[in-house]
Nanobody
């Protein structure tokens, strides 16, 4: 079992930057992929970015591509967020998937992930 704890959220002005962290503990060696989702009030949870630990491949949502960057390892995952916009305001959640999965679109589905953190609030003021 893996436990996840997010941190690094806060209030920032538009155009600013934040770095989110996701600390993993437990059976981190069994993690196949880790992801960031976000959820604003009254909206569905939205895929942000994913990393596959075997090979280090990453995929980003179009809305954050070229502004957000994933890094780290299966014990500490980071999301560097630059050029933040008010529409990036949300609670950001880290999640992990333990079992390998084939296919090209599963990574953006909330139900594919086994373990979730408690979330960290990001607020971008205009």
């Amino acid at each position: 079992q893996v436990q996840l704890v997010e941190s690094g959220g806060g209030l920032v002005q538009a155009g600013g930057s934040l770095r989110l962290s996701c600390a993993a503990s437990g059976r981190t060696f069994s993690t196949y992929a880790m992801v960031w989702f976000r959820q604003d009030a009254g909206k569905e949870r939205e895929f942000v970015a994913v990393i596959w630990w075997s090979g280090g491949r990453t995929t980003y949502a179009d809305s954050v591509k070229d502004r957000f960057t994933l890094s780290g390892d299966n014990a500490n995952l980071y999301l560097q967020m630059n050029s933040l916009k008010p529409e990036d305001t949300a609670v950001y959640y880290c999640a992990a998937k333990s079992r390998p999965r084939s296919g090209s679109t599963w990574y953006s589905k909330v139900y594919e992930y086994d373990t979730w953190g408690q979330g960290t609030q990001v607020t971008v003021s205009s």
